[in-house]
């Protein structure tokens, strides 16, 4: 790891680990995500396909 930048964040009292840990959380939190939408990608375009040539349930309970 780059020294001069582990020397300017202990000089603004950035703790590693805390760091560390928030910034493998919010990869981890946009990875799985990422992963999710591939994996039911080919479910999300058949449904929309479905909804543009049929619509919603809700459509015929719509009173605006």
Known sequence: MNSDLLNKARALNIYLSATLEESLIAIIKVRQQQAW????????????????????????????
Do not use: K, M, P, S
């Open 37 to 64: 939408l591939a994996q039911n990608q080919q479910a999300i375009e058949a449904y929309n396909l479905q909804v543009d040539e049929q619509g919603v349930f809700a459509d015929t309970l719509r009173v605006f």
